[in-house]
């Protein structure tokens, strides 16, 4: 069965300095990986994705993220945080066979000035 | 938020009351989901449909309905039998691939949600 794990319920980082939110999973073949972004009271946003080819995916608002098989890892990164980012990440993954996509619970980013 | 609306963006049912959430698509997706989310929680699938007339039941689907009469609409009605409805509801839809025999989805795309507050 497929799963996906954010370990950490919160991250806080000061404003301009990098920030990583981190994401492992578990599926049956290769997987698809995706991660959203969500502001309060509003519906989740999508920020990038990885199929296939080259393990560093880049997306929306300066974010990117790494593929790594052998670690099962797809953790969020980006070189230099802003207070906008402060918001709820998800990260999400389906296995190619599978019709169903399965977030996990959450991240709360936290960037202070 | 894209091409899905949600509406209304906050609703009140009453004890015993069914109340319906509308979700409608302009982006001619296949694939249309229902999630609940609870504060402090992730997704959960509610029901997920993958062409007209059609749907299947997701992780917490007792206490809800839906129907599927058109591709751009999916609407989701919160029954009675829903103890704790208390929740913020999302709709997604997604393009739907068909090959080797399976069939499978691409990025899904959400609306902005429902709140919904019991009296």
């Known amino acids: 069965a497929q799963s996906v794990a954010q370990p950490e319920d919160q991250v806080n980082v000061a404003e301009g300095n990098p920030l990583t939110v981190k994401c492992t999973y578990s599926v049956s073949g290769n997987p698809y990986l995706f991660w959203y972004v969500q502001y309060p009271n509003r519906g989740l946003q999508f920020l990038l994705k990885?199929?296939?080819?080259?393990?560093l995916v880049k997306g929306s608002y300066g974010f990117e993220a790494e593929f790594n098989k052998s670690q099962t890892s797809f953790h969020l990164k980006k070189p230099s945080a802003l207070v906008s980012d402060s918001a709820l990440y998800f990260c999400?993954?389906?296995?190619?066979?599978?019709?169903?996509?399965?977030f996990g619970s959450g991240t709360r980013l936290s960037i202070r000035p | 938020d894209g091409g899905i609306t949600q509406s209304p963006k906050y609703l009140f049912r009453k004890e015993g009351q069914n109340v319906t959430l509308s979700c409608e698509q302009n982006?001619?997706?296949?694939?249309m989901y229902w999630y609940r989310q609870d504060p402090g929680q992730g997704l959960r699938l509610i029901y997920y449909?993958?062409?007209?007339?059609?749907?299947q039941k997701g992780d917490i689907a007792e206490g809800y309905s839906v129907s599927r009469e058109k591709k751009e609409s999916f609407p989701l009605t919160v029954t009675s039998a829903q103890k704790n409805p208390t929740a913020f509801y999302l709709c997604?839809?997604?393009?739907?691939?068909?090959?080797?025999?399976?069939?499978?989805?691409?990025?899904?795309?959400f609306g902005p949600g429902t709140r919904l507050l019991v009296l």
């Open positions: 990885y199929i296939t080819g080259d393990n």
């Open positions: 449909s993958q062409i007209v007339n059609d749907f």
């Open positions: 982006l001619n997706h296949d694939a």
């Open positions: 999400a993954v389906r296995d190619h066979s599978a019709s169903k996509i399965i």
């Open positions: 997604a839809s997604s393009i739907m691939f068909s090959g080797s025999g399976s069939s499978y989805q691409e990025t899904q795309y």
